[in-house]
């Protein structure tokens, strides 16, 4: 007699704490349990097989409206193609604010685009203009649908906020309870920067990463902590580049402060040097903070193994190579300030990070599900994902950790016209992805459905709660200024 109704059976069951071969039992789209011999009514059979948790990409731009009436390339059918192909099942992505305008309606724009999707999802809240509007009636409008992280960024021309802002977003933050998640750059010094080397005929996109050196990026992320401790609101510090800026968390983290730090596949692979490439052709690696060099990247391992970097995700923001709506907006000689910023990602990141952390003996399997799935799901409140245990979302992918592969643009299955790794020799790779207990990708081929995705709403939880540490014991945010 079958109790299960699907087994994954003869794995290597990987938990974020513990390793072992194993059996999952799934029961309506449940796992109901993990041991030795579970008799299904079907079997997948695992045998040689990592058997992970689903990923989760906390941190990706998928059909992502602009202020000229459009959208990123990237759809939600095909961005969830690609997550779907690369092992990943759950995505937060973001909903964007317009100077101006208020949030509700570009919610419901992204409501109703995200009803194609394969995957679960969520949406991270862009704070573009913190109005009164905005920040005291709209923002607990927004947390009541179940969206609870807001984005700033300090930096970039039509998002960027100045620290008064800043605080007013924190502060709702704390009144609503909310994470933030941050974009740290210092705004001025690259616009002083840019504006010289552009004086000085310095153009191409290798002058991208001078326009926006390490200290740029430290010294906004010193900043956005100093002012999260004084509102005292859990902060996130998005895409750290390098270990001089991951050891500004590091040190927030030893005071007990709510601040978490987390990093991409391309600071772990990519150099500046990339963007040094003929031609036109270093606008593929353009992204901010820009990539480092490879010394960068030991640094990065390190603190990745210390926990003080404990995401990874891809920060997904294709931009077609050969398209005007793409990094050829500018102009086919446009300068590097005009050539718009990210690299696609969905695709890749679990791959190259297990090639990169696990086969190459940098992280164990243990820390590949916590960075890739169970720690971004944590953080976000998403408690039904990111690991393997009775009572979870049967999310689940079996990764042929033997698998040599060599990267192609067609491998990623997304819309965007190249990927940042082509080229690249991988080993292990996914070779199924299951959504809630059903396969959705077996052997490269997506067999999930445009809509069978689900919104995850997220409800209050205790990791986000304000430490209760105001200077002066003076809660400012309980005011409206």
């Not at 099942?89 to 999707?117: D, V």
């Not at 592969?405 to 080993?427: C, K, R, S």
């Not at 396969?439 to 081929?445: E, F, L, P, R, T």
Request: overall charge negative; proline content about 4%.
């Amino acid at each position: 007699m079958a109790d299960y109704q699907t087994v994954i059976s003869g794995g290597t069951v990987v938990t974020g704490s513990d390793v072992a071969r194993a059996d999952i039992g799934i029961n309506n789209g449940i796992i109901a349990a993990i041991g030795l011999n579970l008799k299904g009514e079907s079997y997948i059979d695992a045998d040689g097989l990592v058997v992970l948790p689903g990923g989760v990409d906390s941190h990706c731009h998928i059909e992502q409206l602009n202020d000229r009436g459009g959208s990123d390339e990237e759809t939600w059918t095909t961005g969830s193609r690609s997550a779907l192909a690369g092992g990943t099942t759950s995505c937060i992505t973001f909903a964007a604010q317009f100077k101006g305008q208020g949030i509700l309606g570009t919610m419901a724009e992204y409501r109703r685009r995200a009803s194609k999707a394969m995957v679960d999802y969520s949406f991270h809240q862009i704070i573009s203009d913190a109005s009164d509007e905005v920040m005291f009636r709209e923002v607990p409008q927004i947390v009541a649908q179940g969206v609870r992280s807001l984005k700033v960024f300090l930096t970039y021309e039509n998002s960027y906020l100045d620290d008064h802002h800043f605080i007013r977003v924190l502060a709702a933050a704390r009144r609503n309870g909310c994470l933030v998640t941050v974009h740290c750059e210092n705004y001025e010094a690259i616009n002083w920067r840019t504006r010289a080397l552009l004086a000085a005929g310095m153009t191409e996109p290798k002058y991208h990463a001078w326009s926006r050196p390490v200290m740029i990026e430290r010294e906004a992320t010193h900043r956005a902590i100093a002012l999260a401790e004084m509102v005292d609101v859990p902060i996130q510090v998005f895409h750290v580049s390098c270990a001089e800026v991951a050891e500004e968390v590091a040190r927030a983290q030893h005071r007990g402060l709510k601040v978490w730090g987390e990093t991409c596949p391309q600071y772990l692979t990519r150099t500046a040097s990339d963007m040094d490439r003929p031609g036109f052709e270093g606008a593929k690696f353009m992204c901010s903070p820009a990539p480092r060099d490879e010394a960068a990247h030991a640094g990065q391992w390190e603190m990745i193994r210390r926990g003080t970097l404990d995401v990874v995700s891809s920060d997904h923001s294709g931009w077609s190579y050969d398209s005007v709506a793409g990094k050829r907006a500018g102009g086919p000689d446009a300068s590097f300030r005009d050539i718009p910023n990210g690299m696609p990602g969905l695709g890749s990141r679990m791959a190259v990070l297990f090639s990169e952390g696990v086969s190459k003996g940098r992280i164990d399997l243990c820390q590949f599900a916590r960075l890739t799935a169970t720690n971004p799901a944590k953080l976000f409140g998403l408690t039904q994902k990111g690991s393997l245990a009775p009572g979870k979302d049967a999310d689940i992918v079996l990764f042929d950790p033997a698998k040599k592969v060599t990267i192609t643009n067609a491998l990623m299955q997304h819309i965007i016209d190249y990927t940042p790794f082509e080229g690249m020799d991988v080993t292990g790779w996914p070779v199924l992805t299951m959504r809630r207990g059903e396969v959705a990708m077996k052997d490269g081929v997506v067999l999930a459905q445009p809509g069978s995705g689900q919104f995850l709403a997220r409800g209050p939880y205790d990791m986000i709660k304000p430490l209760g540490r105001l200077p002066d014991g003076f809660d400012a945010s309980a005011f409206e200024v």
